[in-house]
């Protein structure tokens, strides 16, 4: 998950373990930082690679509209699935993010309790319906160390 809001990213992570979804949610406050982990570079060499990236599209220094098509030009990373998960209805929003190849794209609920039922829908389309091909990159040989992120 690329998430600068903590609060957010402790409601996903939350319905992720509500929703008895197997695995971690990762959470980079931006863009750059989820780039580093995607690449594994700067000390995320041994960071799991994710089945699935949830994206806020109002992101600080690099926004996630940029960062979505450095995703989808990558041909190591542009079949990881890439969700836009924002607080934005705006058209241009939508329009911008599914013309760089957003796989989808879900209005962040305004009440806690729905995240619940956001993360219960996405589990059953990404993770139960839908089959996905294998989007491991290559482990690059790196010696560094496992760096921490922000705690969420």
């Known amino acids: 998950m690329i998430e600068d809001n903590h609060g957010d990213a402790l409601l996903v992570q939350r319905a992720f373990k509500k929703a008895a979804i197997p695995g971690n949610v990762t959470v980079a406050p931006t863009a750059e930082i989820g780039l580093c982990i995607l690449r594994r570079e700067g000390g995320f060499s041994h960071t799991p690679y994710p089945d699935l990236i949830l994206l806020d599209v109002n992101l600080p220094y690099m926004g996630g509209g940029e ?18 998960m924002s607080s934005s209805k705006a058209e241009r929003d939508i329009q911008s993010t599914y013309k760089t190849y957003a796989n989808g794209f879900v209005i962040k609920p305004f009440i806690a309790h729905e995240y619940d039922d956001v993360i219960k829908s996405i589990e059953d389309y990404w993770f139960q319906l839908n089959e996905t091909p294998e989007t491991h990159a290559p482990v690059p040989p790196a010696a560094h160390a496992k760096a921490a992120l922000p705690a969420y």
Do not use: G, H, N, S
């Open 67 to 84: 960062f979505l098509e450095l995703v989808k030009a990558d041909p190591e990373l542009r079949l990881i699935p890439v969700i836009i």
